[in-house]
């Protein structure tokens, strides 16, 4: 990437979920990502990434994820709960990306394994430092984050169009 970076791309993955008999998109965080999900909410906010909209899957951990984290933020961003982050494959993913308003700059996407790894692994052609290894090397655990910044518009978002800023994981 030659220019410099117009637009933010934030992944978030939920934090820890329970296994209690109920449907996989019901599942609630467990103790554990109750504790986490703040954590990664004021490494959002001390790293300064307020994002213009938020699309969080409709499943029970990543919307229960969300509401933890978004109160360590300085101010709620527009929330849309999107019911195609849910399974959804990497090309789904960046479907969902190349539809965003370019009146968006930040975008913070609150979602599931494996495609929060996948998106950031793909859309990430440059690294800074180790960020890249150390995402791969964790392999995107739960409540981690990923920033990527980018030029363009969010219709040209691709394979390889972005720089992976940072990696951040609450257990490493």
């Known amino acids: 990437m030659s220019a ?3 637009r933010r791309i934030v992944l978030l993955r939920h934090a820890k979920a329970d296994w209690p008999d109920v449907d996989d998109h019901d599942r609630p965080l467990a103790e554990r990502g109750r504790k986490d999900a703040p954590i990664a909410g004021r490494r959002i906010a001390s790293a300064g990434l307020v994002p213009d909209l938020v699309l969080c899957s409709t499943a029970a951990r990543t919307r229960e994820t969300w509401k933890l984290a978004v109160a360590e ?6 929330t849309v709960y999107e019911d195609r982050l849910y399974e959804a494959s990497l090309g ?7 539809e965003t308003s370019d009146e968006v ?19 990430a052609g440059e690294a800074e430092g180790d960020a890249l290894a150390r995402m791969n090397r964790s392999g995107f ?3 981690s984050i990923a920033v990527l910044g980018l030029s363009g518009s969010w219709k040209s978002v691709e394979h390889g169009c972005a ?3 940072d990696f951040w994981a609450p257990h490493r």
């Open 4 to 6: 410099e970076p117009t």
């Open 73 to 78: 933020l300085p101010q709620r961003p527009r």
């Open 92 to 98: 789904e993913l960046i479907a969902l990306v190349n």
């Open 105 to 123: 700059r930040d975008l913070l996407l609150v979602g599931h394994n494996p495609g929060m790894h996948a998106l950031a692994d793909a859309l």
């Open 141 to 143: 655990p739960t409540a």
């Open 163 to 165: 720089a992976l800023s």
